[in-house]
């Protein structure tokens, strides 16, 4: 009888020796656990309307899930068509849609499609619905600058509240005023600094000085820098006071501060025409800057501000992935994704966790 058990407990442990070398071994953070035991599949969808299908695909890769299933097309007359092509029920639900415009779409067209993809996630009976928008449209109207104009950026949040939107994530607001826009729909504003200072730590600064284009950005600027003292980058401050003309046309620029011999790092959350920053470049490099860069979120380039920039004085110009580019970029523009940030968000809302610790 002993014999017996003698060998088959060599034998078990022959069998054991040998699984063990034939399959590879598997090491699970715990996001990986998380969705090897399908807790996301099962409770959550991700789903993405047409405005920045690319940006969707990344953070589906981050949370190893695949994109829910939904048609998003036109009707011949250009009406939006959508359906919604697995159940949602008592699901919560995840849609990534900037409004933003896209190479095939205006920023309205974009806009009403997250309307009608939230209105069909609540008439299908969705547990909630939190919506990912990278880029939030209409922010730079944020309150009345003349009589009788409307305070967009206010009347898009009742809008999407409006539809049934149970929660909002986004990257840099272009006002953090905006948030409060939201009168039931918790807003998530995540800030891209993290991913833009990573990136420069690892370049070779010298003397730097993060720069304000103007004074509604030096709270911005002021954390950038923070951000980098992390990394062991000192540096300093500058402001640019600028005086605008009309919307998009500024009359004149001044620089406070000193950027002689400095790396200065440009640092706002968004571009649309490049006017401004290239002219801001310039007034740096006049000023004594050794190298001028930049750091922009949201990178909107409407009309010629490719050109403009490819043309300018910016050595590199460091932009988000929150809107999808239309044109070939030059070579002094470095595209950094923020899908791994949103990803990460996405899983802390899920599972009850804190968002403000990712900054923390």
């Not at 009707?75 to 995840?94: T, Y």
């Not at 010629?304 to 929150?322: F, G, H, P, Y």
Request: aromatic share 8%.
């Amino acid at each position: 009888m002993k014999k017996r058990f003698f060998f088959l407990v060599i034998n078990v442990m022959i069998l054991t020796k040998i699984v063990a070398q034939t399959e590879p071994s598997i090491h699970l953070n715990n996001t990986d656990i998380f969705f090897n035991n399908k807790v996301f599949s099962e409770r959550a969808l991700l789903f993405s309307g047409n405005a920045n299908r690319p940006l969707a695909r990344k953070i589906a890769n981050y949370l190893h899930v695949p994109l829910g299933i939904a048609t998003v097309t036109k009707f011949n007359d250009g009406e939006i068509n959508i359906q919604i092509k697995e159940s949602v029920r008592k699901r919560d639900v995840f849609v990534v849609q900037s409004t933003c415009p896209s190479a095939t779409q205006s920023v309205n067209d974009n806009l009403m499609e997250l309307y009608l993809l939230v209105r069909a996630f609540k008439r299908a009976s969705a547990r909630s619905i939190t919506v990912i928008i990278p880029y939030y449209g209409y922010a730079r109207q944020d309150r009345k600058t003349a009589p009788r104009v409307p305070i967009s950026a206010s009347d898009v949040a009742l809008m999407l509240e409006s539809a049934g939107v149970d929660r909002v994530l986004t990257i840099d607001l272009h006002c953090g005023q905006i948030q409060g826009f939201f009168h039931h729909a918790p807003v998530d504003n995540l800030y891209a600094a993290p991913i833009f200072t990573n990136y420069f730590a690892s370049k070779s600064l010298e003397n730097v000085v993060v720069v304000s284009p103007d004074a509604g950005g030096v709270e911005r600027a002021k954390n950038f820098l923070e951000r980098l003292s992390k990394y062991n980058i000192k540096g300093g401050m500058a402001l640019i006071s600028k005086q605008r003309a009309q919307a998009g046309i500024v009359s004149s620029m001044n620089l406070i501060g000193d950027v002689t011999g400095a790396d200065a790092i440009i640092v706002d959350d968004l571009c649309d025409t490049g006017g401004t920053l290239v002219r801001a470049a310039q007034l740096l490099k006049d000023s004594g800057a050794r190298r001028v860069f930049a750091a922009i979120t949201h990178p909107v380039f409407s009309g010629q501000a490719l050109e403009k920039i490819r043309n300018s004085v910016i050595e590199e110009m460091v932009i988000a992935d929150t809107i999808p580019l239309r044109d070939t970029i030059p070579s002094n523009i470095k595209v950094v994704s923020v899908s791994s940030l949103l990803g990460e968000a996405i899983l802390r809302i899920k599972d009850g966790e804190s968002v403000s610790a990712l900054f923390e």
